[in-house]
């Protein structure tokens, strides 16, 4: 019953280093996304993908690109990271397609991700 | 824009005490409000949720109920436990594609902490 799995848990990068943070779900789900979380912030949409092959840019996209590679999987990339992504990265899922506002999203239990 | 304001933190109480939580929030439409927890070092997991005006939603003993009139979804339990201790955070759930995805809009999260 591993639902949203998210990997690394942790990583340190230098300034203007480049990563990948992996996501999949198991559950189906047809919409992901990709949320930061900092103090006193709540979490922030970065990016979000409908369903396989679409994606769209969320509250704060700037520096981050994503790929959703198949159903199940969702990656977000820094090209050049930054002091300021220094930060809590979660990704989420949920089954999408249908106009009722009610769906909850599953989250994975976040990427802590410091830039030096 | 949609926003969510919480009650701030951190909130310390005794086991068995009553918990009260403030969210109150400002959005177009009729959003649905949600309560997520997050438990040390995990992602957000659902609470519980209300869809429209005068819904309740409650699970393992909290509740909250949506209050159009006022504009608030207050977090409630009679009786808290150490197990209670978390990050719980309000949210609303706004429509951003055809597809039904939801762009969840979070408060700043409230700490609470529950001594023996």
């Known amino acids: 019953n591993a639902g949203v799995t998210q990997t690394p848990k942790f990583q340190v990068l230098k300034t203007g280093q480049s990563m990948t943070l992996q996501c999949a779900q198991d559950?189906?789900?047809?919409?992901m996304y990709w949320y930061r979380q900092d103090p006193g912030m709540g979490l922030r949409l970065i990016y979000y993908?409908?369903?396989?092959?679409?994606?769209d840019k969320g509250e704060v996209p700037n520096g981050y690109n994503v790929s959703r590679l198949n159903k199940r999987e969702f990656s977000l990339r820094l090209e050049s990271a930054a002091p300021s992504q220094t930060s809590v990265y979660f990704c989420?899922?949920?089954?999408?397609?249908?106009?009722?506002?009610?769906?909850?999203?599953?989250f994975g239990d976040g990427t802590r991700l410091s830039i030096l | 824009g949609n926003s969510v304001t919480q009650m701030e933190g951190p909130v310390t109480l005794s086991e068995e005490a009553f918990l009260t939580i403030n969210c109150t929030y400002t959005a177009t439409g009729y959003p649905s409000l949600f309560w997520y927890v997050q438990y040390p070092g995990e992602g957000l997991q659902l609470l519980l949720k209300a869809t429209k005006a005068d819904d309740k939603g409650s699970n393992k003993g909290f509740e909250a109920t949506y209050r159009k009139e006022t504009t608030s979804f207050h977090l409630e339990k009679g009786s808290v436990q150490v197990s209670d201790s978390a990050v719980y955070f309000c949210a609303l759930s706004d429509f951003i594609s055809n597809f039904g995805n939801e762009k969840l809009t979070f408060g700043t999260g409230t700490r609470l902490t529950i001594i023996p």
């Open positions: 559950m189906n789900h047809n919409s």
């Open positions: 993908s409908a369903s396989e092959g679409t994606t």
């Open positions: 989420a899922s949920s089954e999408g397609r249908t106009k009722i506002s009610n769906q909850p999203q599953h």
